[in-house]
């Protein structure tokens, strides 16, 4: 069974505050992708990475960062946290070609 | 980049009734195909999904889907639901030689017991 963890279920933090969210997946899986989640708009993708230190920009990364320094762990970095970040933030992972794997969510609150 | 429409926000059946969700995407070019469950509380799971071939899919507890070229289309569908069918659908679109996928706004799906 593929698994894919994500460091914390919930977090608060203050605006300004710079936020690491980590996701490490189990099954040597080459491509590991950041999501956030908004009630009515579906999913929408942040960043995506294909290898190790290889990173791509989906279709909202303003305001974030990414780091893959090792195959299994993809950590998405919010510099300076803002209000307007509070959200679901979803990592998938998959092999190429194939459907992805999703962990169960940061539920993340920036006050 | 392809882009993806679910055209219902929220439905509401009563139990034994059936059910078809809608699901366009736009891109010219192959495809693959997805819809992902979300049980309340729980992570994404895949339901089903189309790569190639027959272009009626079935997936777990049920569910289906049918391809339709022409109309960019890919609607799920289950025949009788169940009240533990109450979730969120995602339909979600990637193409052939990429990797990244786009999903829809999603659906959910309230069953009345």
């Known amino acids: 069974d593929v698994k894919v963890t994500q460091s914390s279920r919930y977090l608060v933090k203050r605006t300004g505050e710079k936020v690491f969210l980590e996701c490490v997946q189990d099954?040597?899986?080459?491509?590991m992708f950041w999501y956030r989640q908004d009630p009515g708009l579906g999913l929408r993708l942040i960043y995506f990475?294909?290898?190790?230190?290889?990173?791509e920009k989906g279709d909202i990364p303003e305001g974030y960062s990414v780091s893959r320094e090792k195959k299994e762990r993809f950590s998405l970095i919010l510099e300076s946290a803002s209000t307007n970040q509070t959200s679901m933030y979803l990592c998938a992972s998959s092999l190429s070609g194939w459907e992805q794997y999703f962990g169960p969510g940061t539920r993340l609150t920036v006050t | 980049a392809q882009s993806v429409s679910q055209h219902n926000h929220h439905v509401i059946l009563s139990e034994a009734a059936s059910l078809e969700l809608g699901c366009n995407y736009s891109?010219?070019?192959?495809?693959?195909l997805f819809w992902y469950v979300q049980y309340p509380g729980q992570h994404l799971q895949l339901l089903l999904k189309y790569f190639s071939g027959d272009p009626l899919v079935k997936g777990i507890k049920g569910f289906e889907a049918e391809f339709i070229k022409s109309k960019f289309s890919f609607n799920l569908r289950k025949p009788s639901v169940q009240w533990s069918d109450t979730a969120e659908y995602f339909c979600a679109v990637k193409s052939y030689n990429n990797n990244d996928m786009r999903f829809g706004a999603g659906t959910r799906l309230t069953v009345k017991p």
């Open positions: 990475s294909y290898d190790v230190k290889m990173k």
């Open positions: 099954m040597d899986h080459e491509n």
């Open positions: 891109y010219g070019g192959t495809v693959n």
